[in-house]
């Protein structure tokens, strides 16, 4: 119910602009999560901030593709269809 209150409140924004981007990229660390990727465990899967997945939720709605970065590292491709496969992040 969270993450729809905050997809509705990030549409709202986005709505305000008239031309948007074709691509969003993210850097991992502590964009997406408080967590840097060095440090982490195979075990561990971070968790995101409170509205990172209403947000994704609104880019992925309106059609903006989206890409991960980590370093000089591109994780996924702009065309990937899916960072949950990825992330297991259900979107």
Same mark, same amino acid.
């Given at each position: 119910?969270?993450?729809?209150k905050i997809k509705d409140e990030a549409l709202?924004?986005?709505?305000?602009?008239?031309?948007?981007?074709?691509?969003?990229?993210?850097? *991992?660390?502590?964009? =997406?999560?408080?967590?840097?990727?060095?440090? $982490? +465990?195979?075990?561990?899967?971070?968790?995101?901030y409170p509205h990172a997945k209403g947000i994704l939720h609104a880019?992925?709605?309106?059609?903006?593709?989206?890409?991960? *970065?980590?370093?000089? =590292?591109?994780?996924?491709?702009?065309?990937? $269809? +899916?960072?949950?496969?990825?992330?297991?992040?259900?979107?």
């Amino acid at each position: 119910m969270e993450d729809e209150k905050i997809k509705d409140e990030a549409l709202r924004f986005i709505g305000l602009f008239e031309v948007l981007p074709r691509l969003v990229v993210f850097d *991992l660390d502590y964009t =997406l999560w408080p967590f840097y990727c060095e440090m $982490s +465990s195979k075990k561990v899967m971070p968790s995101l901030y409170p509205h990172a997945k209403g947000i994704l939720h609104a880019l992925q709605e309106k059609g903006v593709q989206m890409a991960l *970065l980590h370093g000089h =590292l591109l994780l996924i491709s702009p065309t990937h $269809s +899916s960072i949950s496969s990825v992330f297991r992040i259900c979107l």
